[in-house]
């Protein structure tokens, strides 16, 4: 036990001072850490809300829209099919999840749930796919046809529209340039997002808040705006209201010609002609086809930008745009344009969603917590290091050491994975000291026991060492178990505590049967003692 070859010697002090090395930077300043050359490790711990400041939202996606927006669907749907089968029918509406619709002529009652019944298909669910459900129940009753959105369906779509949100909520943040996001999901239609550092939460709100949703329409010829809004739109259009209040409301077609879903880019500029901020945009090869041949087959037509229900821009097209690229004018401010470009960049949110939890942690507040931690390490250090030195003398300093070291390790560890530190964190950080030291407190009473059963010091050392192990093993795997557990399981703070545990325990196994060892083995070839001083 206590004989090491040359390299497993070398692998161990290499292993020490790499984690010492990585961890070192986290003693600097930031501005000192970031001057670092760059062969020279540099990165600093990552702090979390909690100890950094930053915002925290929570938010729900709103059902009743999804379920809105979810029965339109099938409206249009119902009527593009009995339409494409010739199928006669008076009355199509949605009223809450159900579409219901009476047919001219009952004969057609087979003929017509035939043609609807693959509205009712089941669809993929589940998070691999691995099950299907069937969102849509069809039902006949005469010559009154329904179709209900099922409870079953609308769980699976707000499970969807859930993780959906978490990707597009993702990237929208991720364009802002803020640096370690928590986006996750709480419960089953909630999404927590927390942004360490971001002061300016009234942006953050802004980008979102908003679906994002945007299509492209032409501009109603059917009729005039005055007639609408004296009796009703025409049949296939509707008044859009303009987003800048300045701006008079248009009647615009209500099909979409050409959807968001076609963007591939975005990006904030500013007009050559009047220097005022725009947004430029590009589509894909499908959307620039369709949007060529819109504005060439309808020059002299207004052609208006609709974003969340909201015109944003309706230029008169003035020659065919044939590139594939164009851009977007209206009332921007230099920040609306960039919000707006990061808007589009990162897509369209599935579903609305509401903020119902808003929190900000001032950066005061977190170095407050940042200063408590540090005290109560320190003060759980100190207390550890004169109970060894005090109870186990010359065995003590070892036994500090090598605690100096798992917590270098720790650290180390942490910076290298760049791993969010919060408050909870720092609690993992004090429990591996208490920890390492109960792994040493075990070997160092197991060499007393043997020292007093008449062994000689190195025999007595031996023991203690193997003897000790099956015993460290079993407390540190059973920790270890709950430790997975809580990352596995828990969320936010708690996985943050389940992080740094996990590594303490690692090092903890790692410096007390190796490091420990290393350093009593040393000391015995160098002193030959015939006497153990604990």
């Known amino acids: 036990?206590?004989?090491?070859?040359?390299?497993?010697?070398?692998?161990?002090?290499?292993?020490?001072?790499?984690?010492?090395?990585?961890?070192?930077?986290?003693?600097?300043?930031?501005?000192?850490?970031?001057?670092?050359?760059?062969?020279?490790?540099?990165?600093?711990?990552?702090?979390?809300?909690?100890?950094?400041?930053?915002?925290?939202?929570?938010?729900?996606?709103?059902?009743?829209?999804?379920?809105?927006?979810?029965?339109?669907?099938?409206?249009?749907?119902?009527?593009?099919?009995?339409?494409?089968?010739?199928?006669?029918?008076?009355?199509?509406?949605?009223?809450?999840?159900?579409?219901?619709?009476?047919?001219?002529?009952?004969?057609?009652?087979?003929?017509?749930?035939?043609?609807?019944r693959p509205l009712a298909n089941p669809i993929p669910s589940g998070l691999f796919n691995q099950s299907t459900v069937s969102e849509v129940d069809l039902a006949l009753d005469g010559d009154r046809i329904t179709a209900t959105l099922n409870l079953e369906g609308l769980e699976e779509r707000v499970r969807s529209a859930?993780?959906?949100?978490?990707?597009?909520?993702?990237?929208?943040?991720?364009?802002?340039g803020t640096t370690e996001p928590t986006i996750q999901r709480e419960g089953t239609d909630r999404i927590l997002v927390q942004v360490p550092g971001l002061e300016d939460t009234r942006r953050l709100k802004d980008i979102i808040g908003q679906t994002a949703k945007m299509t492209f329409h032409m501009e109603c010829s059917d009729g005039s705006l005055g007639e609408a809004l004296q009796s009703r739109p025409p049949a296939g259009c509707e008044i859009a209201e303009p987003a800048d209040e300045a701006d008079g409301p248009i009647l615009i077609e209500s099909r979409a010609r050409i959807s968001g879903d076609d963007l591939v880019d975005a990006q904030p500029g500013f007009d050559q002609r009047s220097n005022q901020p725009i947004v430029s945009f590009r589509f894909n090869t499908?959307?620039?086809?369709?949007?060529?041949?819109?504005?060439?087959?309808?020059?002299?037509?207004?052609?208006?930008?609709?974003?969340?229900?909201?015109?944003?821009?309706?230029?008169?097209?003035?020659?065919?745009?044939?590139?594939?690229?164009?851009?977007?004018?209206?009332?921007?401010?230099?920040?609306?344009?960039?919000?707006?470009?990061?808007?589009?960049?990162?897509?369209?949110?599935?579903?609305?969603?509401?903020?119902?939890?808003?929190?900000?942690?001032?950066?005061?507040?977190?170095?407050?917590?940042?200063?408590?931690?540090?005290?109560?390490?320190?003060?759980?250090?100190?207390?550890?290091?004169?109970?060894?030195?005090?109870?186990?003398?010359?065995?003590?300093?070892?036994?500090?050491?090598?605690?100096?070291?798992?917590?270098?390790?720790?650290?180390?560890?942490?910076?290298?994975?760049?791993?969010?530190?919060?408050?909870?964190?720092?609690?993992g950080i004090v429990l591996t000291i208490g920890m390492a030291v109960d792994a040493n407190v075990l070997i160092f009473e197991r060499i007393r026991e043997e020292s007093k059963l008449g062994r000689t010091a190195i025999n007595a050392i031996e023991a203690g060492f193997s003897r000790a192990l099956g015993t460290i093993m079993d407390a540190q795997i059973t920790t270890l178990i709950a430790a997975i557990a809580l990352f596995a399981l828990g969320s936010g703070p708690i996985r943050g505590f389940g992080v740094t545990l996990v590594i303490g325990i690692m090092t903890t196994i790692f410096t007390a049967f190796l490091l420990t060892r290393l350093i009593v083995a040393t000391w015995v070839r160098s002193s030959r003692p015939k006497s153990i001083p604990i």
Do not use: C
């Open 1 to 116: 036990m206590l004989y090491f070859a040359r390299w497993k010697i070398a692998l161990i002090a290499l292993t020490v001072l790499a984690a010492v090395i990585v961890a070192v930077p986290n003693l600097l300043p930031a501005s000192t850490a970031a001057s670092l050359p760059s062969w020279l490790p540099h990165k600093q711990l990552v702090l979390g809300l909690d100890l950094r400041g930053g915002a925290h939202l929570l938010l729900q996606v709103e059902r009743d829209s999804l379920i809105e927006e979810r029965a339109e669907t099938l409206v249009s749907d119902v009527r593009q099919t009995l339409r494409a089968e010739r199928i006669g029918y008076r009355n199509l509406r949605a009223k809450g999840q159900t579409v219901s619709l009476t047919l001219r002529d009952t004969a057609d009652a087979e003929k017509a749930m035939t043609a609807l």
């Open 286 to 427: 499908r959307g620039a086809a369709v949007f060529g041949n819109l504005t060439q087959d309808n020059v002299g037509r207004r052609f208006a930008v609709v974003l969340d229900d909201k015109v944003i821009t309706a230029p008169v097209i003035r020659s065919p745009i044939l590139g594939g690229s164009g851009q977007i004018e209206g009332s921007f401010t230099v920040e609306s344009a960039q919000n707006l470009a990061v808007l589009l960049r990162a897509g369209a949110l599935p579903a609305d969603l509401t903020i119902i939890e808003e929190r900000t942690v001032g950066p005061s507040l977190g170095q407050d917590s940042i200063d408590a931690g540090r005290i109560a390490a320190l003060i759980g250090m100190a207390a550890v290091i004169v109970f060894m030195l005090l109870v186990y003398g010359l065995f003590g300093i070892f036994a500090n050491l090598a605690l100096a070291a798992n917590i270098a390790m720790v650290f180390g560890i942490l910076t290298a994975l760049q791993a969010t530190l919060t408050l909870p964190g720092i609690a």
């Open 162 to 176: 859930v993780e959906q949100s978490k990707s597009v909520l993702e990237r929208r943040i991720n364009e802002l």
